[in-house]
Each structure stands twice: as structure tokens, then as C-alpha cells.
């Protein structure tokens, strides 16, 4: 792991480490919503370590407390789940090896290790980025969701904290260094107009996958400009092969 931090520039560290840190906040609020909303401490802490993912953690026990079943909580959760299998694609040079690292590095894969992967052109530093913070997620996420669980009802109301708020900051300020690419920017605004076209007619999770239609308009001949393309560094390969197998 030491090795590991040595690749890494300072600032991407540092990015790491507010990333942890707005997701312990968010995972507390996992851990003491699902406890005071009537669960037993095992159910988030269970969740956390098999599942790790937050937002298919919140749906899931979002439908349990409602009075849903665990069918169809365990389907809520596949579905916003479903996002990440083109992570998989543009990371997958990450994980290459044993097949017990690339079941560990499966887990591992969120939204934002692979936004930090994404941020990276060089294959060490790309392992590099992967690994720790799929660990340092892993870790935080799990104290911070026990510690929120034995919490539980104190914590009280956690809207009025403005945790909800955190996760999606947090990837809205990883992601924005990536929109002075044209062609990004413009897959970018597509998806988020599709997927707020759906909004009013899917349910819940599903416009976030409907958004993935934006990559049809990526790298497109004509998407970035000369001066755009001799400015900017290339593409990962696992990129493209993600953009390809879209098309």
C-alpha cells in the first residue's frame, strides 16, 4: 500500500481523502436510519460489507421500511446496481490477474473509484488510483455505517444535516475537471437531459441508466475541436472500448 501512495500526486490523495470523508457522513446516516427505522444492527452492517454500495444500500432498505418485501427490495438494488457494469469495461485494465483480485476489485468498484481511475492516463497510476480508494472507501464506509447504527434514533433527523447532499457534491466536483472535454461535455448534458426526460414516467434508479444513452454522442467525428485535440492527453484505451461497445 505504501508503494502505492508514493504513485500517486498529493492532490488526487488529498481529493481520496474528502471522498472518505463525505461518504463516512453518509454512511453514519445509513447506519442510524436503517436502525431507527426498526432493523436490527446486522441488516446495515451485513449490507455494507456484502452489498457496498450506498445508493443500492439506501434503496434496499428503503423499500424494507416502507413495508416492501425483500424481493423487491433485493430488485430495487440490482437495478441502481445496473450503472456500474460500464465502470467495469472502462476499468477493467485495472484488474487484471488472479481471479481473487478481480473478484476483490469487483467489489470494490463504485462510482468513485472509478471516477478517480477515469482522472488517471498512466496504467500505475490507474492501479494505484483503483486500489486505494476502493480500499479506503471500503473501510470508512463500514465504521462509518456500525458507528451510525449504534447511533441509531440520536442522530434524529438526517435531511435536516444535509447529508444526502454530500455524495452527489462530492462526484458532481470529481467529474467536473473531465467536462472541458467537448465531446465529454457533450455526452454529458445528453444523458442528463434524457434522464430527466424519464424522470415523470420510470421509477426510481432507472433515469440514471437511461442517461448511459449520452455515451452514444461521445468522440464522435466533430464532437471537439482541432485546437481541443491537440490540447488534450489521450484517451484510455478502456474508454474507447466502453464507447464502442455502446455504439
Not at 441488516?43 to 452489498?51: A, G, H, K, Y
Not at 478481480?102 to 472509478?114: N, P
Request: net charge neutral; charged share 15%.
Amino acid at each position: 500500500m505504501r508503494s502505492l501512495l508514493r504513485t500517486l500526486e498529493h492532490a488526487t490523495l488529498r481529493d481520496i481523502a474528502l471522498v472518505c470523508l463525505a461518504d463516512a457522513l453518509v454512511g453514519a446516516s445509513f447506519g442510524a436510519i436503517g436502525v431507527s427505522g426498526g432493523l436490527p444492527l446486522w441488516v446495515p452492517i451485513t449490507l455494507s460489507l456484502l452489498v457496498f454500495a450506498g445508493g443500492s444500500q439506501f434503496a434496499a432498505v428503503g423499500v424494507v421500511l416502507s413495508g416492501g418485501g425483500a424481493l423487491a427490495a433485493v430488485a430495487t438494488g440490482l437495478v441502481l446496481n445496473a450503472r456500474l457494469l460500464p465502470f467495469g469495461f472502462a476499468v477493467a485494465d485495472v484488474l487484471q490477474g488472479p481471479w481473487w483480485r478481480r473478484l476483490l476489485g469487483a467489489q470494490l468498484l463504485t462510482d468513485e473509484s472509478a471516477a478517480f481511475v477515469l482522472r488517471q492516463h498512466e496504467p500505475r497510476r490507474r492501479r494505484a488510483a483503483f486500489w486505494i480508494c476502493g480500499v479506503s472507501l471500503f473501510v470508512v464506509w463500514n465504521i462509518a455505517v456500525l458507528l451510525g447504527g449504534l447511533a441509531g434514533g440520536l442522530i434524529g433527523d438526517t435531511d435536516v444535516l444535509g447529508l444526502d447532499a454530500a455524495f452527489p457534491a462530492v462526484l458532481l466536483a470529481l467529474v467536473l475537471p473531465s467536462l472541458r472535454d467537448r465531446g465529454t461535455r457533450t455526452a454529458a448534458l445528453a444523458g442528463a437531459a434524457v434522464a430527466v426526460a424519464v424522470t415523470p414516467f420510470v421509477p426510481a434508479g432507472l433515469p440514471v441508466l437511461f442517461a448511459l444513452a449520452g455515451l452514444l454522442f461521445a468522440g464522435r467525428p466533430g464532437a471537439s475541436s482541432p485546437e481541443e485535440e491537440a490540447g488534450k492527453p489521450a484517451e484510455p484505451e478502456a474508454v474507447t472500448a466502453v464507447k464502442e461497445e455502446v455504439r
